[in-house]
Nanobody, 121 residues
Framework: QVHLVESGGGLVQPGGSLRLSCAVS????????MGWYRQAPGKERELVATITTGGTTNYADSMKGRFTISRDNAKNMVYLEMNNLKPEDTSVYYC???????????????WGQGTLVTVSS
């Protein structure tokens, strides 16, 4: 069983910054793409950013230039640096990882439980 645990959420003023972290624990063979998604009240979950094992990144258009995703493969961690935060960034942020439990198994998506980010003055 693999677990993803997010941390770093909280209350921040507009224009402020936060850094989210996500730790992967448990037994697995490998991790492929990792990412961050978010879900605001009453809205569907949406992509924030993803990053491959090799460091190739992909961002939602509204996050480009403000958010930076990174990962530490040795530590099985993924991070999201968020700058110039806006009230519309208020959401629960979820970490996601594509996990392979054994050498020849298919990759499965595993989700964390989320961390709340509130942007408000």
């Amino acid at each position: 069983q693999v677990h993803l645990v997010e941390s770093g959420g909280g209350l921040v003023q507009p224009g402020g910054s936060l850094r989210l972290s996500c730790a992967v624990s448990g037994r697995f063979f490998s991790i492929d793409v990792m990412g961050w998604y978010r879900q605001a009240p009453g809205k569907e979950r949406e992509l924030v950013a993803t990053i491959t094992t090799g460091g190739t990144t992909n961002y939602a258009d509204s996050m480009k230039g403000r958010f930076t995703i990174s990962r530490d493969n040795a530590k099985n961690m993924v991070y999201l640096e968020m700058n110039n935060l806006k009230p519309e960034d208020t959401s629960v942020y979820y970490c996601n990882a594509e996990v392979q439990y054994s050498r020849y198994a298919a990759y499965v998506k595993v989700w964390g439980q989320g961390t709340l980010v509130t942007v408000s003055s």
